[in-house]
């Protein structure tokens, strides 16, 4: 009783079990204990306020691991893609939000408005999104600055410049008079276009510090604004400075730094301790007047998805804690980091010993983390296309417009800025569309009748809509591939080739001169017959339509990139596997019906120019499906084979069953009705013959023959044959029974060589 006493007594003090809290960091330098104080300061709050939460620290280090950066980066990732719960909460580096991101929670549902509305909402969009989510919030920040050697300046009576133009000016003239005092080691401006990521920071904010106005966004690479920041970047180093300067290490300007021999550097804001009090820091030059840049860095906090409910509450108590405007102002106070609360610089106490004024006219730009999923990649190849020009002898467009290509993705479009295959393609495959549709008047007119008696009117129009469908798909590969044009490009093509393929398919089963219930069903009901195949045709289009595709980037080394579209789910790939079998029974069937046909007399030509058609579609078939296993690796040769390969289909569909007709009509022009009142007499006279003949044919036959008599009510007008077939009484039971005896086989080639 008394233990049960004693229970109840700790759950109502809140002491039990305590949720733990696993967070993952690195630290650079192995001194930094800003994590471990944050960590240190939330436990201390959450005993005193009987929270239960204990945060865990697991802190790497060089001091602790030979864990370097870019391991860390791909362990976190590797970590969250296998939906990990070894750590809850990771502090990440914000160049690494693009990987990060879709495996974080949206702080937007969790957190506290007025909570997010205190930090800066440009560096929340351009280090802390991820597709509309709020990924994470910056514990840290970095900034780079200008350190600029303030002795020298009042030395020759020169002021802090605020453009580039006045850095080169000011830098030109300390420097000569420098050198008269036989000072050599001092260096203009070190520019810090190293090959390391850093270089990519200084190039992509010295573009910046060139845009028209404050407000003006990330001028775009292939811009004159762009073209124009490289070549002033270029003019710096080769006025005041030498490549050894531009392209040293970070340790050569930590060491001017500390030194002091150095009129300008560029650099991030180092601990002040450690810089020499001949500088000053101020915000980056630019073009103009009132307009900067500088790079934002820093470490974000996240929370992973997929935790458990008592785990997700207690992460979000402890971020909002060490997140807070309280602990923020604590720690910039100390000197320990540079805040995301731009509040925070108008607080008196932290302007005493802050540089609250440049802090609150910095103009930050974020890296460029959400132009590709491998940043570093990018970053490598991002430095080595624009040192061709700033260390070699390209040109700064050349350059440009291949980093620009580096994240590019090009499309095909009837804009003819980059190609007009575009233009061109859509041009032809117009043409051809309108002509079929113009086309279609033959059909009504009287003299170019007997020439489409092979399917009826609407059956005609029926084929001639399928090919225009087919060559409408063409219309989904222009523009940006989206998971929409990517359904609708298959489907198109199979529900134009259904749409092409039926009305031959029903015209090939009801000529086929053999009795069958099924048979005489499907020639009385030809609506219903088409209407079967085209809901089929509609089911499985409609169930591929509810599966999306994914949208694969082509990479292209010093290329250019594209997209295609790829169905990697296993149901997509049996629905469409069924939709191109289904298609595939269609003309094997239709391949049956005309071998069973080919000695028709009547349909000859006709069956013939059909499995021409057929033999092409099939070829041109195994090529399209070929191109989805062979890469290509140019989009506009891609977008031109496919395309070329829909128009051939479509085009020879168009001439082999429907265009020869038409041409034949135009050389064979006859007054058909002047034609049948002629031979309207001779086809009489004709058919009483043919009967009469017939009938004593039968009577003359002994019985144990059987005898076919094909009865022909053809004129010029009249095209299609009926077939009767008369029989014995004594021979029917013979013929049945052998009928019964004979293989499929077998009687197939009877059919083939009997009709």
Same mark, same amino acid.
């Given at each position: 009783?008394?233990?049960?006493?004693?229970?109840?007594?700790?759950?109502?003090?809140?002491?039990?079990?305590?949720?733990?809290?696993?967070?993952?960091?690195?630290?650079?330098?192995?001194?930094?204990?800003?994590?471990?104080?944050?960590?240190?300061?939330?436990?201390?709050?959450?005993?005193?306020?009987?929270?239960?939460?204990?945060?865990?620290?697991?802190?790497?280090?060089?001091?602790?691991?030979?864990?370097?950066?870019?391991?860390?980066?791909?362990?976190?990732?590797?970590?969250?893609?296998?939906?990990?719960?070894?750590?809850?909460?990771?502090?990440?580096?914000?160049?690494?939000?693009?990987?990060? @991101?879709?495996?974080?929670?949206?702080?937007?549902?969790?957190?506290?408005?007025?909570?997010?509305?205190?930090?800066?909402?440009?560096?929340?969009?351009?280090?802390?999104?991820?597709?509309?989510?709020?990924?994470?919030?910056?514990?840290?920040?970095?900034?780079?600055?200008?350190?600029?050697?303030?002795?020298?300046?009042?030395?020759?009576?020169?002021?802090?410049?605020?453009?580039?133009?006045?850095? *080169?000016?000011?830098?030109?003239?300390?420097?000569?008079?420098?050198?008269?005092?036989?000072?050599?080691?001092?260096?203009?401006?070190?520019?810090?276009?190293?090959?390391?990521?850093?270089? %990519?920071?200084? #190039?992509?904010?010295? #573009?910046?510090?060139?845009?028209?106005?404050?407000?003006?966004?990330?001028?775009?690479?292939?811009?004159?604004?762009? #073209?124009?920041?490289?070549?002033?970047?270029?003019?710096?180093?080769?006025?005041?400075?030498?490549?050894?300067?531009?392209?040293?290490?970070?340790?050569?300007?930590?060491?001017?730094?500390?030194?002091?021999?150095?009129?300008?550097?560029?650099?991030?804001?180092?601990?002040?301790?450690?810089?020499?009090?001949?500088?000053?820091?101020?915000?980056?030059?630019?073009?103009?007047?009132?307009?900067?840049?500088?790079?934002?860095?820093?470490?974000?906090?996240?929370?992973?998805?997929?935790?458990?409910?008592?785990?997700?509450?207690?992460?979000?108590?402890?971020?909002?804690?060490?997140?807070?405007?309280?602990?923020?102002?604590?720690?910039?106070?100390?000197?320990?980091?540079?805040?995301?609360?731009?509040?925070?610089?108008?607080?008196?106490?932290?302007?005493?010993?802050?540089?609250?004024?440049?802090?609150?006219?910095?103009?930050?730009?974020?890296?460029?983390?959400?132009?590709?999923?491998?940043?570093?990649?990018?970053?490598?190849?991002?430095?080595?296309?624009?040192?061709?020009?700033?260390? @070699?002898?390209?040109?700064?467009?050349?350059?440009?417009?291949?980093?620009?290509?580096?994240?590019? *993705?090009?499309?095909?479009?009837?804009?003819?800025?980059?190609?007009?295959?575009?233009?061109?393609?859509?041009?032809?495959?117009?043409?051809?569309?309108?002509?079929?549709?113009?086309?279609?008047?033959?059909?009504?007119?009287?003299?170019?009748?007997?020439?489409?008696?092979?399917?009826?009117?609407?059956?005609?129009?029926?084929?001639?809509?399928?090919?225009? *469908?087919?060559?409408?798909?063409?219309?989904?590969?222009?523009?940006?591939?989206?998971?929409?044009?990517?359904?609708?490009?298959?489907?198109?093509?199979?529900?134009?080739?259904?749409?092409?393929?039926?009305?031959?398919?029903?015209?090939?089963?009801?000529?086929?001169?053999?009795?069958?219930?099924?048979?005489?069903?499907?020639?009385?009901?030809?609506?219903?017959?088409?209407?079967?195949?085209?809901?089929?045709?509609?089911?499985?289009?409609?169930?591929?339509?509810?599966?999306?595709?994914?949208?694969?980037?082509?990479?292209?080394?010093?290329?250019?990139?594209?997209?295609?579209?790829?169905?990697?789910?296993?149901?997509?790939?049996?629905?469409?596997?069924?939709?191109?079998?289904?298609?595939?029974?269609?003309?094997?069937?239709?391949?049956?019906?005309?071998?069973?046909?080919?000695?028709?007399?009547?349909?000859?030509?006709? #069956?013939?120019?059909?499995?021409?058609?057929?033999?092409?579609?099939?070829?041109?078939?195994?090529?399209?499906?070929?191109?989805?296993?062979?890469?290509?690796?140019?989009?506009?040769?891609?977008?031109?084979?496919?395309?070329?390969?829909?128009? %051939?289909?479509?085009?020879?569909?168009? *001439?082999?069953?429907?265009?020869?007709?038409?041409?034949?009509?135009?050389?064979?022009?006859?007054?058909?009705?002047?034609?049948?009142?002629?031979?309207?007499?001779?086809?009489?006279?004709?058919?009483?013959?043919?009967?009469?003949?017939?009938?004593?044919?039968?009577?003359?036959?002994?019985?144990?023959?059987?005898?076919?008599?094909?009865?022909?009510?053809?004129?010029?007008?009249?095209?299609?044959?009926?077939?009767?077939?008369?029989?014995?009484?004594?021979?029917?039971?013979?013929?049945?029974?052998?009928?019964?005896?004979?293989?499929?086989?077998?009687?197939?080639?009877?059919?083939?060589?009997?009709?």
């Amino acid at each position: 009783m008394l233990l049960i006493r004693i229970f109840i007594l700790l759950l109502c003090l809140g002491i039990g079990e305590s949720v733990r809290l696993d967070t993952l960091a690195l630290s650079l330098d192995g001194n930094n204990d800003l994590f471990t104080n944050f960590i240190k300061d939330f436990n201390s709050f959450s005993s005193e306020n009987n929270l239960n939460i204990n945060v865990k620290l697991n802190l790497f280090s060089n001091l602790n691991s030979t864990i370097n950066y870019n391991d860390y980066a791909s362990m976190i990732e590797v970590l969250l893609k296998r939906n990990s719960r070894k750590y809850d909460i990771y502090l990440y580096d914000n160049i690494y939000t693009e990987n990060y @991101g879709k495996y974080l929670i949206d702080l937007k549902k969790y957190l506290p408005e007025d909570h997010i509305k205190m930090y800066d909402s440009n560096v929340l969009s351009q280090t802390c999104s991820y597709n509309n989510k709020l990924v994470g919030l910056p514990i840290s920040l970095g900034y780079s600055v200008l350190y600029v050697n303030q002795v020298l300046l009042n030395k020759y009576n020169r002021t802090i410049p605020e453009t580039w133009d006045e850095l *080169i000016e000011t830098g030109k003239f300390i420097i000569n008079e420098e050198r008269k005092l036989n000072n050599t080691s001092l260096i203009a401006y070190n520019g810090l276009f190293s090959d390391s990521s850093i270089g %990519l920071c200084s #190039i992509y904010e010295f #573009i910046y510090s060139c845009r028209d106005s404050v407000d003006s966004p990330f001028p775009k690479l292939l811009s004159e604004t762009s #073209i124009k920041a490289l070549e002033l970047i270029k003019r710096i180093k080769e006025e005041i400075s030498s490549d050894y300067e531009f392209r040293s290490s970070d340790e050569f300007s930590m060491m001017k730094i500390i030194d002091g021999n150095a009129l300008f550097l560029k650099y991030f804001i180092f601990p002040s301790s450690l810089v020499n009090n001949a500088y000053k820091m101020v915000q980056m030059p630019g073009r103009k007047k009132g307009i900067s840049g500088s790079i934002t860095v820093g470490f974000n906090m996240g929370i992973q998805e997929k935790l458990s409910d008592e785990k997700l509450k207690a992460a979000i108590t402890a971020f909002k804690f060490m997140t807070s405007k309280e602990i923020q102002r604590e720690y910039t106070l100390k000197h320990m980091l540079v805040t995301g609360i731009p509040s925070l610089f108008e607080d008196e106490e932290v302007c005493k010993n802050s540089e609250c004024e440049l802090f609150r006219n910095i103009q930050p730009i974020g890296r460029p983390i959400n132009k590709t999923k491998n940043f570093d990649e990018y970053s490598e190849k991002f430095i080595n296309y624009i040192y061709e020009f700033l260390y @070699g002898n390209k040109t700064a467009k050349e350059v440009l417009k291949k980093v620009d290509d580096l994240t590019n *993705i090009y499309y095909i479009s009837i804009n003819t800025k980059n190609s007009y295959i575009g233009i061109v393609v859509f041009i032809i495959n117009s043409v051809v569309i309108l002509f079929m549709i113009i086309s279609v008047i033959f059909l009504f007119l009287e003299n170019f009748e007997p020439f489409y008696k092979f399917l009826s009117i609407d059956f005609w129009i029926i084929y001639i809509i399928g090919l225009i *469908i087919i060559l409408n798909a063409i219309l989904t590969k222009y523009g940006m591939i989206s998971n929409l044009k990517c359904k609708l490009f298959p489907i198109l093509i199979s529900t134009g080739l259904c749409l092409s393929f039926a009305p031959f398919l029903h015209k090939l089963i009801i000529i086929l001169p053999v009795n069958s219930e099924i048979l005489e069903w499907i020639r009385r009901h030809k609506y219903i017959f088409l209407f079967f195949l085209i809901f089929i045709e509609i089911l499985f289009s409609g169930l591929l339509f509810l599966i999306d595709f994914d949208i694969e980037d082509v990479l292209i080394n010093e290329g250019q990139n594209f997209q295609i579209c790829k169905m990697n789910n296993i149901y997509g790939k049996l629905i469409f596997g069924i939709q191109v079998f289904f298609n595939f029974l269609i003309i094997v069937t239709m391949l049956l019906y005309i071998f069973l046909e080919w000695n028709l007399e009547k349909t000859r030509y006709d #069956i013939r120019l059909l499995v021409s058609s057929l033999y092409i579609n099939i070829l041109l078939f195994i090529i399209l499906f070929l191109l989805d296993i062979i890469k290509i690796n140019d989009y506009k040769m891609n977008f031109l084979i496919q395309e070329i390969i829909l128009i %051939l289909i479509s085009i020879s569909n168009y *001439i082999f069953n429907y265009g020869i007709k038409l041409i034949i009509g135009f050389f064979k022009k006859e007054n058909l009705r002047l034609k049948f009142i002629k031979n309207i007499g001779k086809e009489f006279i004709n058919k009483e013959t043919i009967n009469d003949s017939v009938l004593k044919t039968n009577v003359l036959n002994d019985s144990s023959f059987k005898t076919f008599s094909y009865i022909s009510n053809s004129n010029s007008i009249i095209t299609e044959t009926n077939y009767t077939v008369y029989y014995n009484d004594s021979s029917n039971k013979i013929n049945e029974t052998t009928s019964i005896k004979q293989n499929f086989a077998s009687r197939m080639i009877n059919i083939h060589y009997t009709t």
